[in-house]
């Protein structure tokens, strides 16, 4: 008799409560990372903004090697001579009459981010 109270001590695996407790440390654990991840997302946007607007003013600083009054578009950064590769997710923008070198100043803004970056005619971003 006493041998089949002891048969009960050779089972394995997890008893409910034990399981019950791992899934509500995950969930815990979960509902701290998420918004943490969505941070982290949102710096990715803005960093990739922000190399956008570099690439260009490398670009148009390249452009301007010959001449500093001639205007820089987008497009003409993008030209292989110049090497500005645009990411498809940035918006990237020159003002009308902000082109030379003297007065430079072009916007950038991620399509998944509210935040739009504007660089001058020294590469300041800001």
């Known amino acids: 008799m ?8 050779n089972v394995v695996g997890f008893s ?9 440390i995950i969930g815990i654990v979960a509902a701290i990372a998420t918004p943490q991840l969505e941070h982290y997302k ?14 260009l003013y490398q670009a148009c600083d390249k452009f ?9 578009s987008i497009d003409i950064a993008k030209e292989a001579a110049n090497g ?27 399509s998944s981010s509210n935040k739009t970056y504007t660089i001058d005619e020294k590469g300041n971003i800001r």
């Open 2 to 9: 006493l041998w089949k109270l002891d048969r009960k001590k």
């Open 16 to 24: 409910f409560l034990e399981l019950l407790i791992i899934f509500v």
């Open 42 to 55: 949102q710096l990715r946007y803005d960093r990739e903004s922000k190399e956008n607007l570099e690439k």
């Open 64 to 72: 301007w090697a010959d001449d500093i009054t001639t205007q820089c």
């Open 84 to 110: 500005y590769i645009q990411s498809s997710d940035v918006v990237m923008l020159i003002p009308p009459g902000k082109e030379t070198k003297t007065d430079f100043q072009a916007t950038a803004k991620h």
